[in-house]
């Protein structure tokens, strides 16, 4: 019996930790493409920035690998999976043959249809290797262009301007990160890039990437020229498919799994970032790209592994993120849609904003901005899925709290903890 896990990050730590919980001793291998310890990759702005160096970014201690039994193989790409012969090969030629098999390949980064966007200086960000490349063209009052006012976009923003670069922020849509935010979270968002003199410009797209062989500026559609330095694309990520296209494995956007990780081939697992698991909020399979849920399906999988029979079905999108002066988190249900009320509370004077998704007597979703200390009772409602009917007007005060509560209810959660 043996166990291979391909990736390194978030859903691997989850599944060997899994594996131990059950079989403590089988041997685990680790396959990864990038040559490094288990990282943080949220962490990459930080490292950018120069907040952390690459020695607080890992996400689990040093002895992680010997004290679990695994043998890590990193910076060596799985390039095929023989499901037949239950066997990983490597891009260096070797075979490592599998008993159970869990895919964690995460996910890639979309690359804009842009002409000369395989120019030198133009970086994704999404790995430890991104930042450190950046890190090197990314000096005082150079220039940076970022195309996408996404999340991951936004954090490469945060860390150009805390490094001193002068950054343009390109978006097509009307507004930034125009999945989660509205207009008005967006003029916030707005109003603090320009204090740290960040340009933005929306409804407005990158056709060509100017210069020979490096960046040296982008062509927006409407003519107007932008000179740059350097670019980093953050138009969007998707499930990193790449190894099991064309195989038996089914897959949709991502590896399709029930909800015990396992996909439609016997002893292979999927988790993370590369799966499409079940979303307890839209009551299907979709990508849930973020860590809580990648360690949790990972575990999932790992104990499932080693022969448990554990469910997971509790994974919906959430994410707390710092941006520069804004606190802002986000869950659930995003946008408005059928059936779904939207209540939203805007303070000018103390800059903060919540915003609720109702469905029948259910909270299921909300962003808050600069008042977030209550998200964890928010989340707690989403997930339990509680009748909030008595209380849906209190849900915004500025004290909400258990209190609020029916009494049957409090005593109810006090009684599950
Ligand atoms: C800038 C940034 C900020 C983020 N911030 C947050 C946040 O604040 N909160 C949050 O919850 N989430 C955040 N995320 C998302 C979070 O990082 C991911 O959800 C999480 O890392 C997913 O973990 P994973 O194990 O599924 O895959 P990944 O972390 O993507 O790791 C997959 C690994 O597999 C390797 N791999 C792929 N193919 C192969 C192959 N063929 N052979 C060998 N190795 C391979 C990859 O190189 C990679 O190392 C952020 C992401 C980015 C990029």
């Given amino acids: 019996m043996n166990y291979v896990i391909i990736g390194n990050s978030v859903a691997a730590v989850g599944a060997v930790e899994g594996i131990r919980k059950i079989d403590k001793v089988n041997p685990i291998v680790i396959i990864s ?6 990282y943080s990759r949220p962490l990459i702005s930080y490292y950018l920035a120069g907040k ?39 891009e260096d030629g070797r075979k490592i043959s599998y008993t159970k098999l869990l895919i964690a390949t995460g996910s890639k980064p979309l690359t804009p249809p842009i002409e000369g966007v395989e120019k030198q200086n133009v970086f994704n960000f999404i790995k430890l290797d991104d930042a450190k490349a ?19 976009g936004l ?21 930034i990160m125009p999945r989660v935010f509205d207009e008005t979270a967006s003029s916030m968002a707005l109003k603090m890039l320009e204090k740290y003199e ?62 015990m990780m396992r996909t439609n081939i016997p002893d292979v697992y999927a988790a993370g970032d590369v799966a499409e698991g079940y979303n307890f909020i839209e009551e299907r399979n979709t990508e849930i790209p973020i860590i809580p849920n990648a360690y949790k399906q990972g575990e999932t999988a790992g104990q499932n592994m080693a022969g ?62 600069n008042d977030i200390d209550r998200a964890g009772i928010y989340t707690d409602l989403i997930r339990r899925k509680i009748d ?30």
Avoid: W
């Fill in 134 to 152: 950046i890190e090197k063209v990314a000096t005082r009052d150079s220039k940076a262009v970022v195309i996408g006012a996404s999340f991951s």
């Fill in 52 to 90: 952390v160096t690459q020695d607080n970014m890992y996400y689990r201690g040093k002895d992680f690998y010997k004290a679990n039994n695994v043998e890590p193989i990193l910076g060596v790409k799985a390039q095929h999976i023989d499901f037949d012969k239950k066997e990983v090969v490597l």
């Fill in 308 to 369: 448990a029979q554990k469910i997971f079905d509790k994974g919906f999108i959430m994410n707390s993120m710092p941006l520069l002066d804004l606190s802002i988190v986000s869950a659930g249900v995003s946008a408005p849609g059928e059936g779904i009320t939207v209540k939203t509370i805007y303070n000018q004077e103390k800059n903060t904003y919540k915003k609720f998704y109702i469905r029948g007597n259910n909270l299921v979703g909300y962003l808050l901005i």
């Fill in 388 to 417: 909030i009917s008595s209380f849906e007007h209190q849900l915004g005060r500025d004290d909400f709290g258990f209190i609020y509560l029916p009494k049957a209810l409090r005593s109810q959660l006090i009684l599950e903890g």
């Fill in 155 to 175: 954090k490469a923003v945060e860390a150009l301007v805390q490094r001193g670069v002068n950054v343009t922020v390109i978006d097509i849509m009307d507004r």
């Fill in 33 to 38: 493409d990038e040559p490094y310890h288990t």
């Fill in 198 to 259: 960040a340009k933005v410009l929306l409804k407005t797209s990158v056709e060509k990437i100017l210069g020979h062989q490096a960046a040296i500026g982008v062509l927006l559609k409407d003519g107007r020229e932008v000179p740059c330095d350097f670019i980093v694309l953050a138009a969007g990520v998707r499930c990193n498919t790449d190894l099991v296209k064309g195989t038996k494995l089914k897959i949709n956007r991502g590896i399709i799994v029930d909800t």
